[in-house]
């Protein structure tokens, strides 16, 4: 009887841990579904970061159309706008009437923008493994494959499948938490939605 409890216990025990793993396994296989599956993207998005000064929260919108072309709205707690049109990004801030322009391909680097507008941009610059959960979202950690990568690492979270949340730290130690909402993977976009034509009466900047 004692042996047949601690088979049944060593069984019990080898079925959680495989439970475990497999709810854990999926999320690298997440990433590389949504990179092959997604070709447009739509949705909200909370953002939060924190820096050793202070912390700063902004809210708003998103659409993505692969390869290369972004605009993310900010609504809270100021109004922006940045686009990426394939060629330059377009950072035009409402508030103070002013547009400033730059290179695309030199600016965008590792951000965000850049690993979800590029379906190999993670890939090839970071190494993959699987982050464990919280929160019911499953997490890849990337880490840089070069030291003089724009980021320490980045986590790509994924909810049943679909995109939930990023955590990135940047080379200062600056943490930036971004939750995304309501996402799209079917958005009816066209190259025109990404094409940005400075309104009258503001400054453009060029860096």
């Excluded at 990426?84 to 547009?99: A, E, F, N």
């Excluded at 499948?161 to 200062?172: H, I, N, P, T, V």
């Amino acid at each position: 009887m004692k042996t047949y409890r601690k088979a049944s216990a060593w069984l019990a025990a080898c079925a959680v841990s495989l439970c475990a793993a497999a709810a854990h396994a999926g999320a690298i296989d997440d990433l590389k579904r949504f990179n092959s599956d997604t070709d447009g993207l739509s949705g909200g998005f909370s953002q939060t970061v924190k820096s050793k000064k202070k912390n700063q929260s902004s809210s708003g919108s998103f659409q993505i159309l692969r390869p290369g072309l972004f605009k993310w709205d900010y609504t809270k707690p100021y109004r922006q706008t940045i686009v990426g049109d394939g060629k330059t990004i377009w950072l035009y801030d409402q508030d103070l009437k002013q547009v400033t322009k730059s290179d695309q391909d030199q600016t965008i680097g590792d951000s965000p923008a850049a690993i979800l507008s590029n379906k190999s941009a993670l890939e090839s610059s970071y190494s993959l493994k699987e982050d464990g959960s919280a929160g019911g979202i499953d997490y890849v950690l990337a880490t840089p494959k070069k030291n003089n990568a724009g980021y320490q690492f980045i986590r790509i979270g994924f909810k049943g499948g679909q995109l939930a949340a990023m955590e990135l730290k940047d080379g200062f130690g600056n943490q930036t938490s971004i939750r995304f909402r309501g996402i799209n993977t079917k958005p009816n976009l066209s190259k025109g939605t990404f094409k940005f034509v400075p309104p009258k009466g503001v400054d453009v900047l060029s860096q």
